[in-house]
């Protein structure tokens, strides 16, 4: 069974500063996918990132980019520069690669507070 | 605006009720999930429809059931309530691709309060 663990409840950093959240994972399969999302006090969830396990290079997406240590099976999310609008729960989920329609499974979250 | 549409954003009923959740997926995705979110347990996946049929199963109780219909949207079903029924429901769609690097892309949810 897939697990992941977020061991940061919550997290502050500055504004302006970069800051990083921990995320790792376990997984018996080869194959997988995963991913960072936000979720802002108005409770949507957004897609931030996304790494599959493959994948030679850490993805990026803007301000966000993924330390990915596969050895480790760990995901951490790196957010640099950060801005009083990243303040929200970031969670790390995966899911298995070998098929695209399946569920994801989410750690429990960090919860990121920037301050001016 | 991921293109999810859930109805109603807000629901508050009582303990013994049921009530049905209402999602829309983006247009062209053919699988939706289900995903229950508590102060306690976290983001846990309840069930997942594609094309109509349910694909998986997580942790959904027996007073709870869902359906997707032919056009695709999907309903949620939630009877005898309880207090621990509170919780906010996503719901989700995806692409039918055999690539896991599909995001999964969640409507804005339905906030349950149970009294």
């Known amino acids: 069974a897939q697990k992941i663990t977020q061991t940061q409840p919550g997290m502050f950093v500055q504004e302006k500063e970069a800051v990083t959240l921990d995320c790792t994972y376990d997984t018996s399969d080869p194959s997988y996918g995963l991913f960072w999302y936000k979720q802002p006090s108005s409770g949507e969830m957004i897609f931030l990132i996304y790494q599959g396990s493959y994948d030679q290079q850490n993805a990026t997406e803007g301000r966000y980019s993924l330390n990915f240590q596969k050895a480790r099976k760990s995901a951490n999310l790196v957010i640099s520069a950060s801005q009083l609008g990243d303040s929200a729960m970031y969670f790390c989920?995966?899911?298995?690669?070998?098929?695209?329609?399946?569920?994801?499974?989410f750690g429990k979250g960090t919860r990121l507070s920037v301050i001016a | 605006d991921s293109g999810v549409t859930q109805t109603p954003k807000h629901l508050i009923t009582a303990t013994g009720q049921r009530v049905t959740l209402r999602c829309s997926p983006r247009?062209?995705?053919?699988?939706v999930y289900w995903y229950q979110q508590s102060l306690d347990q976290g983001l846990q996946f309840l069930i997942q429809?594609?094309?109509?049929?349910?694909?998986a199963k997580g942790n959904i109780l027996e007073r709870f059931s869902a359906q997707q219909f032919p056009d695709l949207h999907s309903e949620l079903n939630l009877s005898s309530l309880e207090l621990g029924d509170s919780a906010l429901y996503f719901c989700?769609?995806?692409?039918?691709?055999?690539?896991?690097?599909?995001?999964?892309?969640f409507g804005p949810g339905t906030r349950l309060t149970v009294t």
């Open positions: 989920a995966m899911r298995d690669r070998n098929s695209g329609n399946t569920p994801l499974v």
């Open positions: 989700a769609s995806s692409p039918h691709r055999d690539r896991a690097s599909y995001e999964q892309y």
């Open positions: 429809y594609y094309n109509g049929e349910e694909r």
């Open positions: 247009s062209g995705d053919l699988s």
